[in-house]
Nanobody
Framework: QVQLVESGGGSVQAGGSLRLSCAASGYTYSDYWMGWFRQAPGKGREGVAVIGLSGLTTYLDSVKGRFTISRDNAKNTLYLQMSSLEPEDTGTYYC?????????????????????????WGQGTQVTVSP
């Protein structure tokens, strides 16, 4: 049974920091791209950051330089370090896993742009940033 369990969300003031974690189980974690997505009230789900199998990363433009995604394959855990948080970062944050295609084709940039490419999703953790 596949499980992705997020933790670390909370309420902070603008300029503050949070570290999200996502514990994965039930599949071969190291064989999947991993990503963080978020959804604000009344908006669609958007990709925030994705990390590939070798550690290559890609980010939403608005979080570049403020957020850092990382993965620990020994612990089957994904992280998102968020700094200099802004009210616009408020939303429910989800971790997701996507199986890379065999051979050439899609890259991690495709995954961050297309949540539909995810094979598995977590239940989400709320992040609220006040002005």
């Amino acid at each position: 049974q596949v499980q992705l369990v997020e933790s670390g969300g909370g309420s902070v003031q603008a300029g503050g920091s949070l570290r999200l974690s996502c514990a994965a189980s039930g599949y071969t974690y190291s064989d999947y791209w991993m990503g963080w997505f978020r959804q604000a009230p009344g908006k669609g789900r958007e990709g925030v950051a994705v990390i590939g199998l070798s550690g290559l990363t890609t980010y939403l433009d608005s979080v570049k330089g403020r957020f850092t995604i990382s993965r620990d394959n020994a612990k089957n855990t994904l992280y998102l370090q968020m700094s200099s948080l802004e009210p616009e970062d408020t939303g429910t944050y989800y971790c997701a896993a996507s199986q890379p295609p065999k051979g050439r084709g899609r890259g991690i940039d495709d995954f961050v742009r297309s949540p539909s490419l995810a094979n598995y999703w977590g239940q989400g953790t709320q992040v609220t940033v006040s002005p």
